[in-house]
T-cell receptor, first 114, second 113 residues
Framework: AQSVTQLDSHVSVSEGTPVLLRCNYS??????LFWYVQHPNKGLQLLLK??????LVKGINGFEAEFKKSETSFHLTKPSAHMSDAAEYFC????????????FGTGTRLTIIP | ETGVTQSPTHLIKTRGQQVTLRCSSQ?????VSWYQQALGQGPQFIFQ???????GRGNFPPRFSGLQFPNYSSELNVNALELDDSALYLC????????????FGQGTRLTVV
């Protein structure tokens, strides 16, 4: 069975400081991993995806994530937070490349302090 | 905008009633997946349709059913509504050819009273 655990339900950072959202995964096979963002009253948007190519994945809006097999982690980072980054972030795992049958984490709410 | 549209955006139903939610997939996509997102939770996979056939199902009872039409749009039907069915229902479209990402609609907020 595949699963993801988001280690923080809520993260608060000041504008201009680094962001770290933590995610551990569990999968019997080589997984595809994703981060999605959900702004209030909007649909889910793909930030980035890992599919067994480079372990450091760059996404949109300055976000990136590093796949660490030895730690079974896929943490999301951004060097400098912006007010527009305030949203709910989901770590997601899939056994099938093609982004189908996704298994979502419980989410991390990111708050940006002015 | 993703090109995936869901209707209606909001819906209030009474316990025991039936509901149909609709999703139009993005042009060129042949696969539709449905997810239920309860308040404060991550989305949970309900089922997926590929070329009008169910192609995988999550841990949801049979009163959750679906259809996919020749134009790849889809419906989610829920019978005998329960209070716990209150949630945001999300539709995602993708294509099995080319391994494209899944694009999500903005969802239908269902409230069961």
């Amino acid at each position: 069975a595949q699963s993801v655990t988001q280690l923080d339900s809520h993260v608060s950072v000041s504008e201009g400081t680094p962001v770290l959202l933590r995610c551990n995964y569990s999968s019997s096979y080589s997984p595809s991993l994703f981060w999605y963002v959900q702004h209030p009253n909007k649909g889910l948007q793909l930030l980035l995806k890992y599919t067994s190519a480079a372990t450091l994945v760059k996404g949109i809006n300055g976000f990136e994530a590093e796949f660490k097999k030895s730690e079974t982690s896929f943490h999301l980072t951004k060097p400098s937070a912006h007010m527009s980054d305030a949203a709910e972030y989901f770590c997601v795992v899939s056994l099938e490349f093609g982004n189908e049958k996704l298994t979502f984490g419980t989410g991390t709410r990111l708050t940006i302090i002015p | 905008e993703t090109g995936v549209t869901q209707s209606p955006t909001h819906l209030i139903k009474t316990r025991g009633q039936q509901v149909t939610l609709r999703c139009s997939s993005q042009s060129g996509h042949n696969t539709v997946s449905w997810y239920q997102q309860a308040l404060g939770q991550g989305p949970q996979f309900i089922f997926q349709y590929y070329r009008e056939e169910e192609n995988g199902r999550g841990n949801f009872p049979p009163r959750f059913s679906g259809l996919q039409f020749p134009n790849y749009s889809s419906e989610l039907n829920v019978n005998a509504l329960e209070l716990d069915d209150s949630a945001l229902y999300l539709c995602a479209s993708s294509s099995k050819q080319g391994n494209t990402e899944a694009f999500f609609g903005q969802g239908t907020r269902l409230t069961v009273v």
